[in-house]
């Protein structure tokens, strides 16, 4: 039985509700999702964000699959359309975004608190505070001025994920630090 | 194993546990049928109740008129199984081509009347040219047409749904006009279009707009808290 056969075999069972079935299917397809992924998306959590979406809507739609055609087309039509609707938004969200430039990242010059020095005890008791995402990302992205790609690799975390937790870090830093002075 | 295929494997296995029975998709043939026979049901059962235009025996003497109204319904059915064929993932865009030729003979021999038909000018001044129940026809038609194809099409959402809404659009808006030449004196066409396909818009705007939040289902929120 070849692979295309095997797969529509595993999904017909999947659809009358054998869960090992839809298992080894859900495994089988995975190296192929991942492949078709990487031809859009660069950023491995990219990658797995778009494989884990065509997973779900495989689930989701699982029973609009016809037996009497083949699964692969099927599958590929999902993976298609999953994908570029996610390049879509991406390249809307990317196109609303701006860079964290370094000017982005001082104190407000008004109140000239850097030339006044922080309390090392406050501003540790402030980053201890942060939720633990915020902290994490300001550990990596200031402390130890890793760059967003290695980042990103650490923590499995996207790139714009890494961007928005640091930035709403350092404004959460600032409200306090600030409020506090 | 990496992070990411534990994250992956992790939510293989709960999909896999969730793994219900599913009640097969009949073919889009059938559903389009289906929906047809629906359609066919409730502007027969508005017929029954407000009976037939006055001079349909005459109209329908007119091979123009014939022609109109038998454009209609074909766009209808042809759109009708177009929206149903592309909400599937594995069909051809090509469906989308279907219902054009009908609904190119349709909408040029849309007449017109039905342009100029909108307001009337009496001598007491400008009057709406469209009787309410000819307008309740069109919001029957329309909304329980449209709530039947959305039935028909929620599998879409995922998909390429903006293609399969603007043909349900087409569909919707052709059979309500083939209804209302039937049923009343008013040509409608160009309302009803404007009508069903300018919901149409609004429903794929709205769709493109919210699609990603819609799309964000509980499942996909959790499948992530699983790393």
Redesign the interface.
Known sequence: MSEADEWSVLMTRAQAGDQASYRALLRHITPLLTSIARRSMRQPQDVEDAVQDILLTVHVIRATYDPQRPFRPWLIGVARNRIADRVRVRARRHAREVALAPEHETFAAGTAKSDVGLDDARLHEAVARLPAGQRQALEMMKLKEMSLQEASAQTGLSITALKVATHRGLKQLRRVLGDDS | MT??DR???A???R???????????S?PWLRALAFLALAAAVLGAWALIHGTRPDLAQRLADPMFRMCVGASLASGMAASLSALTL?????SRLWALLPLPCAALWLGSISYGSLMDWVVLTPDGWQAGMAVTTFTTLILGSVVLSAAMFWLLR?AG???PSLALAQAGLAVSALTACAISVLHKFDASVLVLAWNLGMTVLVVTLETWL??RL?R?R??DD??RL?
């Open positions: 992070r990411s994250s992956t494997a939510l293989i296995d999909l896999a546990a969730q793994a219900a029975p599913v009640r097969r998709l073919p909400a599937l993932p594995d069909r599998f995922r998909l390429r699609g990603r799309l289902s499942l996909y499948s992530h790393n």
